[in-house]
């Protein structure tokens, strides 16, 4: 059987990009997206086969919703040999402005509560299979500041520290 993907923020940009790649590679796709309709119609636009992808609708902000999808896709397509956890999102923010603490919060939610559990459905399987693969989308902003973007520039820094910190939990496990 064809390896699986599960991708979050499938449904445009990077998460897109990553899905043609692997469907190109021959993998069997999960993808996950707020709109799986509209996820879900792209996917046919391509041409492809549908025993090739499974569509999940969940936002990653929303512990319960993303770990709904990743149970559905183990019960539908089993355990995943590679989760990349893409969703992601980037707002302007002045933190003098009070609301801007709400996009903060908003950010956080997205970038790094969100990549944490859309990995924490797969871990325990993929140590008890003995491999695996967690990937978490950083970005340059998570070493360089960029004015007005405070709220990116953390959460992406808050990436790159989670997962050298996952890295170092799962050492030896097989899991990477």
Request: proline share 3%; aromatic share 6%; net charge positive.
């Amino acid at each position: 059987m064809a390896p699986l993907v599960f991708i979050t923020g499938a449904s445009s940009g990077l998460g897109q990009a990553l899905a043609v790649r692997y469907h190109q590679a021959g993998w069997r796709l999960a993808l996950v997206a707020r709109r799986g309709d509209v996820l879900r119609e792209w996917a046919h636009a391509q041409g492809w086969a549908p025993e090739r992808f499974q569509v999940y609708a969940a936002d990653v902000s929303e512990v319960g919703s993303i770990i709904a999808a990743a149970q559905a896709c183990l019960a539908q397509q089993g355990l995943p040999d590679v989760v990349i956890a893409n969703a992601g999102i980037s707002i302007g923010m002045d933190t003098a402005q009070r609301s801007d603490l709400d996009v903060m919060a908003r950010t956080f939610a997205v970038n790094n509560l969100g990549l944490a559990a859309t990995f924490h459905p797969f871990v325990n399987a993929m140590r008890a299979r003995g491999s695996g693969h967690l990937v978490g989308i950083a970005s340059v902003a998570a070493i360089r500041g960029l004015p007005g973007h405070g709220a990116y520039c953390a959460s992406k820094a808050g990436v790159v520290s989670y997962c050298e910190s996952l890295r170092g939990e799962l050492r030896g496990t097989g899991v990477q």
